[in-house]
């Protein structure tokens, strides 16, 4: 069997394996700034709900698998992205310095909000179930320097729900700076990031999350019998940041966390504003292995 078939493989039982118990939140705060075949698992720290302003640990797994060619897979978490842009390409279409673009398809999970969770008055609401959706992505890597870890990676997605859970696409937009300490630290290689990240979702997607509607009225009897009809439009800022260090050529450790800043009417609604935090945090610690 070629390698190529076998790193196949591998990266869709991985992908299997990752996606099928993730759940507690879309994306894991995990950056991987280079293309080279890896696997790990961590442990973060994740909100029990949207929204919510308690939570519970749970671990993650993610894994990237080149196919040849500059085509790969790569999980984080519950998001499985496939690369489907040679790197043959630009050469073929003397496309220069867009040699650095990649673009595909994406899968993403998202969690349920259970009827376990903290909170008294949401584990009385309706639970949601698991979401799925599909879509696709594009992200472009600008050099800062002549070091290939230098640089800036912009990318964005856009994605629609398989399940019919909501309706209307949701998107982001992000920009990820990666630095390359000269000094390193205790000897060994250090490598931090920083991003900004705008989340857009549409108006179904925002009501269902964060919008009191039906039964729900009987959780918020302040409310009076009014619904919170939650709409959609740019609904968070996400600020990811994260530190790795290598034990060698193989073995490494990242740091990661997440913050985010729930915006509109996300931001108003009483599941956010009475019962939970427009202040969202993700944080944690993954061990990852190159080969």
Known sequence: MKPTFLRAGLAAAGAVLFTAGAGAQEVIPVEMPQE?????????????????????PEGAGFLHANFGNGMWLRVIGPEVKLNVVPSTLDQQMNFGQLRSLRAGFLYRARPTRDPDVDDAVVRRMRRIPAASELG??????????GDPLHKIVFSGDVAWNTNNLYVGATAN?????????????????LLGSAGFDLFFASDHFNDRYFGINGADLAAFPERGGTPYRAQGGLTSIRIPFQVTSQ??????????GRYERLLGDAKDSPIV?????????????????AF
């Open 247 to 256: 034990f060698d050529r193989h073995w490494g450790l990242t740091l990661a």
């Open 173 to 189: 937009i992000k920009a990820t700076y990666f630095y390359p300490f000269p000094q390193g630290i205790g000897g060994r290689p």
């Open 36 to 56: 080279v075949n890896m696997v790990g698992a961590g442990a973060f720290g994740l909100p029990d709900f949207y929204g919510s302003e308690d939570y519970h």
């Open 136 to 145: 696709i992505f594009a992200s472009y890597d600008m050099p800062m320097s």
């Open 273 to 289: 504003d009475r019962r939970g935090s427009a202040n969202q945090w993700v944080f944690g610690g993954a061990i990852n292995y």
